[in-house]
């Protein structure tokens, strides 16, 4: 039929956008992930949704490490089936006491987000977590012409916060920058 799509063999997070590029954070997923699970036994997927999976109160100082699958071989050759999975999650400090105390949920909500009980343990680890924040270099003012010319385009807008933020924007983008064309 005409309005039908053939199915094209290509997994579904790998499709092509109407021009035939792919997403940039498809193709990293779909080397990191791999290497991820061999690695760590975890995925992006789950690195990815850890602020909502930890919640308000550890989202910030805890990070998820790997996860340790044990063995499936249960001695007698036949394989064990599937066993639930250990956690290494990264906390700071003295927050470690607090995330000791919610591991049942923790673990709950993990296992919600996996769909199936993948974790049975969190083994905690202290070390920082908080990631190395920048600071965004504010440009210099400008000067002459462009001044003028940004505070004329500006000078219609009413609210302060947004003409202050249209300022900022029109500085950097008006700024003088070796190598650019204006």
Known sequence: MAGERKFSGESP??????????????????????????RAGISTALLGSWPDIAGADFADCTRPEKIAWPRRDDG???GGGFQSGVLTIACEGARALFLTHA???????????????????????????????????????????????????????EGDRLRAALERLGTAVLQKTPGRRR
């Open 103 to 157: 591991q049942g949920e923790l673990i709950g909500r993990i296992n919600g987000f996996f769909g199936f009980p993948a974790i049975r343990q969190i083994r905690i680890v202290q070390k920082p977590v908080s990631p190395v924040t920048r600071t965004n270099r504010k440009p210099p003012p400008l000067k002459g012409a462009a001044a003028e010319r940004l505070s004329h385009m500006v000078e219609g807008i």
């Open 13 to 38: 997070t790998r499709r092509k956008t109407p021009r035939g590029a792919h997403q940039l954070a498809e193709l990293a997923n779909g080397v990191i992930d791999p290497v991820l699970a061999r």
């Open 76 to 78: 007698d050759g036949r």
